[in-house]
């Protein structure tokens, strides 16, 4: 199971359940397969279950939560289901993990994935991401479109624009997933999970800072990745950090210096997560807000 598979198997769901609009009815799929959804008290950072009561598979979501949370945790549950992927978080989803990854098993960040594709449908986000900038400001706008988290609605973003853009999430300094748009990978500027964050970048400056809330920063196309390339372009930073997780979540937007051919070759290895969606087109086609 890659993420490849995760998206195509969202996909397919959405198709098959005739959903075409936004925000796009989770109980709806839920229904679709089988499943009850109930509303109801949990203990705190617990943010739902699957259990099954009277031959019946119910999907338990904490009442408490936020409705975005609650609308990615439904999904979740059913991407489990789904993907055919057992629990590794005990019976119950801790609110603290969902659109984590440090210490978190592989599982369930596919799980992760499967619920963004199910929130932000690609046949939806595509002409919108051609449409506006990437920008704090619409995102938010696209948030409360579909009914997602920024997170979802950037990386999604990212992936069906045209433009240069990346987006990056790291966590305690460290990037741990990036997302880099078709024209950057083309232009073969690829964003590294590992490396630390660079030392002049918004996302650095918040998380020394402690302070939440939006950053900005100019810096260069090599400060954010070792390709060769990265050096033909300049690199626009909004930033925003959430104290708790010690996460950060960067939006770059690359801009080209001068216009010449790109390289045959680059410094260092690209990220696997870099060729996410790259040869799925079809149709179609992360869950609180952080801050």
């Known amino acids: 199971m890659d993420e490849n598979i995760a998206v195509a198997r969202a996909r397919k769901l959405l198709k098959d359940a005739g959903i075409t609009t936004v925000p796009v009815d989770v109980e709806t799929l839920a ?3 089988g499943f009850q959804v109930s509303r109801t008290e949990l203990a705190d950072g ?30 979740h549950e ?23 990854f440090t210490g978190r098993h592989p599982e ?18 595509q ?24 997170s979802c609605i950037a990386s999604r973003f990212a992936q069906a ?6 987006f990056v999430v790291a966590e305690e300094g460290v990037v741990k997933y990036s997302i880099v748009s078709k024209a950057l990978r083309e232009a073969r500027v690829w ?20 302070i939440s809330g939006p950053h900005e920063a100019d810096t260069e196309g090599l400060d954010w990745s070792n390709s060769d390339d990265a050096s033909r372009f300049a690199c626009y930073e909004q930033a925003t ?40 087109d079809g149709y179609p086609g992360w869950s609180k807000p952080r801050y």
């Open 241 to 280: 950090y959430h104290a708790p997780t010690k996460q950060t979540q960067s939006i770059l937007i690359f801009e080209e210096l001068e216009q010449r051919p790109v390289s045959s070759g680059y410094r260092s290895a690209r990220d696997d997560r870099d060729d996410l969606l790259e040869e799925i």
């Open 46 to 75: 617990e943010a739902g279950c699957t259990v099954e009561r009277r031959r019946k598979i119910c999907i338990w979501v904490n009442q408490n939560d936020s409705p975005l949370r609650q609308r990615f945790t439904i999904l």
């Open 191 to 210: 964003i590294t999970k590992g490396i630390p964050l660079p030392q002049d970048s918004a996302a650095a400056s918040a998380l020394k800072s402690g």
């Open 31 to 33: 229904s679709f397969l």
């Open 108 to 125: 369930e960040v596919l799980c992760d994935i499967f619920a963004a594709e199910c929130l932000v449908p690609w046949v939806i986000i």
């Open 127 to 150: 002409p919108l991401a051609e449409e506006k900038d990437f920008t704090l400001e619409h995102l938010a706008e696209l948030a409360e479109l579909f009914q997602a988290s920024r």
């Open 78 to 100: 059913i991407a489990h289901h789904v993907l055919e992927l057992p629990s590794r978080h005990g019976e119950k989803v801790p609110s603290d993990e969902l659109e984590r």
């Open 161 to 166: 624009s045209g433009a240069h853009l990346a």
